[in-house]
């Protein structure tokens, strides 16, 4: 590990410590998949070592999957307006039992940003996890933007870049971000701003409030970079904890968050 990871590392160790919340804590302590698994074969494209099992269906379809990682990555650089020179490595396991019991990590995508690693699953083209940008994005604000100080943030700029949270039957691609927010709001569950920046509150959601949070996080961020550009909100993310949001928004936006938080549900009223 080099100077610059040990130095991240360190800070967001403390940052866990402080801020207790340990979800990125968990992403860097991660097992040492290539030494312990060593069931893959390898598939280098410009931007990627995409790991996949051996005659599985990820390694029948691996072009789908190059593309689609490929695509992925581009999408989320020219989002962030970021440059990203080093090369991700991307575990594609077979289904998610498998990454479950192998990464040591639930869940259908996990991301090791100080590893410059992430996890999925694929099955086929209709069933696969987190084979898009979602992972990539945490990986490349990590390098580019700076250390994660709020899960909202994090997590709703992954969400953001995506451009939608969970599929269903109507928008089988993926719900709109925007859209899936404002059905949210429509059933009146949209969360108060203080709860949305409540690193603890993100460390114990259920099922049922995992998709809430990350749905309305998306909506948040993706409006507010609509509204007033990725450079700002590159700066409020390195500055937005939990104690300091409210005067980093303040002073980056140059007005209340709380004022900010009922324009975008005025916006998410309008759009059912």
């Given at each position: 590990m080099g100077k610059r990871s040990q130095w991240r590392l360190g800070t967001i160790i403390?940052?866990?410590?402080?801020?207790?919340?340990?979800?990125?804590?968990?992403?860097?302590?991660?097992?040492?998949?290539?030494?312990?698994d060593q069931n893959w074969v390898i598939r280098e494209t410009e931007h990627l070592s995409i790991h996949v099992r051996p005659d599985s269906a990820a390694a029948r379809d691996i072009e789908w999957i190059v593309s689609r990682l490929e695509e992925?990555?581009?999408?989320?650089?020219?989002?962030?307006?970021?440059?990203?020179?080093?090369?991700?490595t991307f575990f594609v396991y077979s289904s998610v039992q498998d990454k479950e019991k192998n990464s040591g990590f639930n869940g259908y995508g996990m991301a090791w940003p100080s590893l410059e690693s992430a996890a999925g699953f694929y099955e086929s083209?209709?069933?696969?996890?987190?084979?898009?940008?979602?992972?990539?994005?945490?990986?490349?604000?990590?390098?580019?933007?700076?250390?994660?100080?709020?899960?909202?943030l994090d997590e709703g700029i992954a969400v953001a870049?995506?451009?939608h949270y969970m599929r269903s039957n109507e928008y089988p691609d993926g719900i709109p971000v925007h859209i899936a927010a404002a059905q949210l709001n429509s059933m009146q569950k949209i969360k108060p701003v203080s709860a949305v920046f409540d690193n603890r509150a993100w460390g114990s959601v259920h099922d049922q409030d995992h998709v809430l949070y990350y749905n309305q996080s998306g909506s948040f961020v993706a409006y507010l970079v609509e509204s007033y550009g990725i450079q700002k909100f590159n700066q409020f993310y390195t500055r937005a904890s939990a104690n300091e949001y409210r005067s980093s928004?303040?002073?980056?936006?140059?007005?209340?968050?709380?004022?900010?938080?009922?324009?975008?549900?005025q916006f998410l009223s309008l759009l059912l």
């Open positions: 403390l940052g866990c410590l402080t801020a207790l919340s340990c979800k990125e804590v968990g992403r860097i302590f991660a097992p040492d998949i290539i030494s312990t992925s990555f581009h999408k989320a650089v020219n989002y962030l307006q970021v440059q990203y020179n080093n090369k991700i083209p209709q069933n696969y996890g987190a084979i898009g940008p979602h992972e990539l994005v945490h990986l490349i604000v990590y390098w580019t933007v700076g250390i994660m100080t709020s899960l909202a870049v995506t451009g928004f303040q002073q980056i936006y140059g007005m209340s968050i709380d004022d900010f938080y009922q324009q975008w549900i």
